[in-house]
């Protein structure tokens, strides 16, 4: 009982990260249309600057992590307004293609920078834990589901009692109808990329605290795995975004230990896929998307 309640733990952890990360895919997929692949790029830009901010100009990691942020956004918003936005309604594959092509080419930059080692961050964290009961629970796996939790509901707030979230919310339902009210597409799409931008950057930030771990390469990876989050909560819901994370970081992680291991070593990071597949064939829209209809 006190391992699966330590496996439930780590399910908890790492379904928030993934959560974070299917907030940004969901923020941009609801204003844009556009499925955002760059958020890998995001993660990688959050774990290094927060390590350059950090390590290499020793300033407290509280003010580390914001400048990280908000270096990371700065860079989304360009990349929407230079390359992203010239192409968005061009036609659905054309913004995906681009989007996967700076997932590829911007990783690279930071390693060839930083070279490919794991750099670790000078974190609040370490390895300090409590007990609650016989559980263990990291200092640092409190401060992934209370974040998460923090940026859900100011994001749930912005979007409902802010005129930058109300004008997205409407650019969302009907974009032309947004535009003849006089609501900038453009404002609405750089805004959703810096969201973007700072979720990935959070994520990155936590992903390259956790033990063992630092900035290296292959963060990138993770917002990927976040991709049948957003499927199975519905790629237009935040809400849907977190607790889809939720499912499927407790559902990999009880795959990791109790799988046994003539299935593969890496079974556990194929079970997200599986999940994925399953919620497509019984409910396409996800748990928490809107159901379309279609007339005949």
Request: hydrophobic content about 55%; charged content about 10%; some cysteine.
């Amino acid at each position: 009982m006190t391992e699966q309640l330590q496996v439930l733990v780590g399910g908890i952890t790492l379904g928030c990260l993934y959560g974070l990360l299917a907030l940004g895919f969901v923020v941009v997929a609801r204003s844009t249309g556009v499925l955002n692949l760059t958020q890998g790029a995001f993660v990688v830009m959050g774990a290094y600057f927060t390590y350059a901010a950090s390590r290499t100009l020793n300033l407290p990691f509280p003010i580390a992590v914001l400048l990280a942020v908000l270096a990371t956004a700065g860079i989304a918003v360009l990349l929407e307004a230079l390359i992203v936005h010239r192409i968005a309604n061009s036609n659905l594959f054309t913004p995906i293609l681009v989007t996967f092509g700076l997932l590829i080419l911007i990783p690279p930059i930071f390693y060839g920078i930083w070279g490919t080692k794991p750099l670790a961050i000078a974190d609040p964290w370490g390895l300090a834990h409590f007990q609650l009961g016989p559980v263990s629970v990291n200092h640092r796996d409190i401060a992934v589901v209370v974040v998460t939790a923090v940026l859900l509901v100011a994001l749930a707030l912005f979007l409902r009692r802010t005129r930058l979230g109300l004008a997205m919310q409407a650019t969302a339902v009907d974009a032309e109808a947004a535009l003849a009210q006089g609501i900038s597409d453009r404002l609405v799409h750089r805004l959703s990329w810096a969201l973007a931008g700072s979720f990935g950057a959070v994520a990155g930030m936590f992903l390259a605290t956790a033990a063992g771990g630092g900035a290296r390469p292959g963060l990138e990876l993770y917002a990927l795995l976040a991709l049948p989050v957003i499927i199975l909560g519905g790629i237009e819901s935040p809400l849907g975004a977190v607790i889809g994370g939720l499912v499927m970081g407790i559902v990999q992680q009880f795959a990791v230990a109790t799988v046994p291991e003539s299935f593969g070593k890496g079974f556990s990071e194929v079970v997200p896929y599986i999940v994925m597949i399953t919620i497509l064939l019984v409910r396409p829209e996800g748990l928490f998307g809107t159901r379309k209809v279609r007339r005949a």
